[in-house]
């Protein structure tokens, strides 16, 4: 939305230095100009262009790196990422994502390079699709999207590797307003520094 912001903002810095370059906005109507051909049934119109462009701003203005508090309505805080920047909500993750999880932000995913210590790596991302009215419903389509494809990968692994399977799916409200991406991960030992996985899954 920031950048969107910034873009308006660009464009209506370069339409105003137009305008005044080419005189404002029509109130100093110029007398036509004649031509100079001699048959007075045919006109020729004449065009006259500026002798210097204007110059387009040299900088762009900044934009804030926060959002102002009360712009998220009550409830919807999971889906706008305003955390740190290797935080993002669970739907934005991509395969072969890795990443930390912290129990306090069940929606959100701090991303972490996968040659470091981490909680999970992303293996699918599933798309929801039909009706679900409550999240006991979802839960269990999100779980089913992902059960053959974390078992088949889970396969591929060295024994201990991973422990756990994490699915992260939208509650209710998130759906209805249309993120319907799930997040099918292999996990080790999440919150515990003993046993993370340190590498690429295979």
């Known amino acids: ?71 998220v309505p009550s409830g919807l805080e999971s889906l706008v990422p305003t955390l740190a920047a290797d935080e993002v909500p669970y739907y934005m993750l991509r395969k072969g994502d890795c990443f930390d999880t912290d129990a306090a932000l069940p929606g959100q995913a701090a991303k972490r390079s996968c040659t470091e210590p981490h909680d999970a790596e992303v293996v699918k991302i599933a798309e929801l699709n039909g009706t679900y009215t409550t999240d006991a419903t979802l839960k269990k389509a999100a779980s089913a999207l992902c059960k053959a494809p974390l078992e088949r990968k889970a396969a591929d692994q060295a024994a201990g590797t991973v422990r756990n399977t994490l699915v992260q799916y939208p509650d209710t409200g998130s759906y209805r307003i249309g993120i319907d991406n799930v997040a099918c991960s292999l996990a080790a030992n999440v919150g515990k520094e003993a046993g993370r996985l340190s590498k690429p899954l295979k």
């Open 1 to 71: 939305m920031l950048i969107v912001i910034a873009v308006i903002v660009v464009i209506g810095v370069v339409v105003a230095v137009a305008v005044a370059a080419t005189g404002g906005g029509g109130d100093d109507k110029k007398a036509p100009t004649e031509s100079t051909a001699s048959s007075p049934s045919s006109p020729s119109p004449s065009l006259s262009l500026p002798s210097e462009l204007p110059s387009l701003p040299s900088a762009v203005p900044s934009l804030p790196t926060e959002l102002p508090t009360g712009l």
